[in-house]
């Protein structure tokens, strides 16, 4: 008799301890996601989806919209450094803006840049027609100054000027890859980027020859203002048929890009609205060894 009541209160006593280690873990979880949703919202909440609006903007504000495009694969650890960066920068300067991550899933093993970011610009227009302005960004590239406005000028501008990798000097005067801030209509005169290349380089200097096509010259903040920090990463595999596709691109800028896009050989898998962005997953369809000649 003595021992059974024994028994049952070890019983009880270990059931406790569970409980509480339990009710501990829970404190626990949830003093972290509480620290992570402070660390990211600075002034008022972002909305699902990765929305945020200056508090006061109502309908009839007449504010720019922004859409800031993400191409993604495989860098989880650089999304979130990337989110928890952005959403108070983005704060901090009072835009009124969306994160868009265009995922590339299956498919084409390489990854197409361009064509990633032309079904951002079509799809965010979707979601909400009234952007004015888009921004094309690396999801390696922190900011480092609030000066770096998130906006669209008249003509197309080249926000990543000064990055820690290149000793914050720019590599060459046509770069437009990084970040860059582009008009809705700039987007739609350009044909967008080209749908073909895959693989690291190329699409943004396919897309800087459009610029020139288009007499559309590229603006730059100030040196000292532009500045980003690179998240290192292992070099990802170059695209060798580059070369070979910007030798001909003037063939291509009429057709290849946003007018292709129906036959670019991918399809929208989803589209969800997380806590901090909107998720668009894409899958492109393997192409073949050859360079693809529609021209
Ligand atoms: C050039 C690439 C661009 C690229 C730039 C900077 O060589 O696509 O380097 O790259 N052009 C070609 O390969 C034809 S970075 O080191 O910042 O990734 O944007």
């Known amino acids: 008799m003595r021992q059974m009541r024994l028994r049952r209160l070890i019983l009880l006593q270990v059931a406790c301890a569970l409980g509480l280690t339990a009710y501990l873990n829970l404190v626990k979880t949830s003093v972290e996601r509480k620290t992570l949703q402070k660390a990211v919202r600075t002034d008022g909440n972002v909305g699902f989806g990765g929305k945020w609006s200056p508090p006061g903007r109502n309908l009839s504000s007449t504010s720019e919209k922004v859409a800031i495009l993400v191409p993604f694969r495989d860098r989880e650890e650089h999304l979130d450094i990337f989110l928890r960066h ?19 899933h299956g498919g084409e093993p390489m990854f197409c840049k361009g064509l990633l970011y032309n079904v951002g610009y079509t799809e965010a227009l979707k979601d909400d027609p009234t952007y004015d302005c888009f921004i094309l960004h690396d999801v390696d590239l922190l900011p480092e100054d609030d000066r770096n406005l998130y906006t669209c000028s008249k003509s197309p ?107 670019a050989g991918y399809n929208v898998t989803s589209t969800s609205h997380r806590e901090l962005y909107t998720h668009i997953l894409v899958n492109i369809s393997k192409r073949g060894g050859e360079v693809y000649h529609p021209w």
């Open 86 to 104: 952005m959403h108070p920068f983005l704060q901090r300067q009072g835009i009124d803006y969306v994160i868009y991550v265009i995922e590339q």
């Open 157 to 263: 501008l080249h926000l990543s000027v000064a990055i820690d990798k290149f000793d914050y000097n720019l590599p060459y005067t046509d770069l437009f890859g990084g970040v860059s801030a582009i008009t809705k209509s700039h987007y739609r005169l350009l044909n967008g980027y080209s749908n073909l290349f895959c693989g690291w380089g190329g699409e943004d200097d396919d897309m800087s020859l459009r610029l020139k096509r288009h007499m559309l010259e590229i603006s730059r903040p100030e040196k000292d203002v532009a500045r980003y920090k690179m998240l290192p990463h292992n070099h990802t595999k170059e695209n060798p048929q580059r070369y070979i596709l910007l030798r001909h691109w003037l063939a291509r800028a009429m057709t290849d890009g946003l007018k292709s896009l129906h036959t």
